[in-house]
């Protein structure tokens, strides 16, 4: 098993445009999650999905998309980056008590 | 969410047992303690977790204090790849997969 992939790992953008982090997991995993984590601080949740067609916003939903059309992938939109979405970004996956975390996405916003 | 108090940092010495605190004094009878922790540059990783006993694996021992108000997480002999950030986390009840992560406690191994 691959486990949780996340692509890109790196990525600079511009203020105003927009992208899409993705993320995918095969190990049929129900609930997937996004988090952030800026420097020197813990992860905070962004959205979550608790199987395809059921999202929901966490600690900090604004200015982020996402949507769930299968199980397997879990997209993360960026509708209109600004500087303070700066940040490296997880995604994660479970189904049970143990959460599979991917390696990150460490994202610039200039 | 209840919440968790840790400490800021700690160093230990490779090869010798590490004791991780954690206090929550507002748990509630159904949080489960989860420990995850995060190696530098990597996404956090599950560690153990536990409701009333101890708990053991591979990787680690949970000691859950009778009042559950605290915990200690043991890494039995630390080694230079255990140096990580070490969170503590409450999740409300089983089917509630959220986690609520605060800021750790960053473990310096010291060779």
């Known amino acids: 098993n691959a486990g949780v992939t996340q692509t890109p790992k790196f990525q600079v953008l511009k203020t105003g445009q927009s992208m899409t982090l993705q993320c995918a997991q095969d190990?049929?995993?129900?609930?997937m999650s996004w988090y952030r984590q800026d420097p020197g601080m813990g992860l905070r949740l962004i959205h979550y999905?608790?199987?395809?067609?059921?999202?929901d916003q966490g600690e900090v939903p604004n200015g982020y998309n996402v949507s769930r059309s299968t199980t397997e992938d879990f997209p993360l939109r960026l509708l209109s980056a600004a500087p303070s979405q700066t940040s490296v970004y997880f995604c994660?996956?479970?189904?049970?008590?143990?959460?599979?975390f991917g390696p990150g996405t460490r994202l610039t916003v200039l | 969410d209840a919440k968790t108090t840790q400490p800021n940092s700690m160093e230990s010495n490779e090869e010798e047992p590490v004791h991780l605190p954690c206090n929550h004094s507002?748990?509630?009878?159904?949080?489960?303690i989860h420990w995850y922790r995060q190696l530098p540059s990597q996404g956090p990783e599950y560690v153990i977790h536990?409701?009333?006993s101890n708990v053991n694996n591979r990787m680690a021992s949970l000691a859950i204090a009778e009042d559950r108000k605290s915990s200690t997480l043991i890494l039995h002999r630390a080694t230079l790849r255990d140096a990580a950030v070490y969170y503590c986390?409450?999740?409300?009840?089983?089917?509630?997969?959220?986690?609520?992560f605060g800021t750790g406690t960053r473990l310096t191994i010291i060779p």
């Open positions: 994660a996956s479970s189904q049970g008590f143990e959460q599979f």
């Open positions: 190990m049929n995993h129900e609930y």
């Open positions: 999905s608790v199987g395809a067609g059921i999202t």
């Open positions: 507002t748990i509630s009878g159904t949080d489960y």
């Open positions: 536990g409701l009333t």
């Open positions: 986390i409450l999740r409300p009840n089983f089917g509630n997969e959220k986690l609520t």
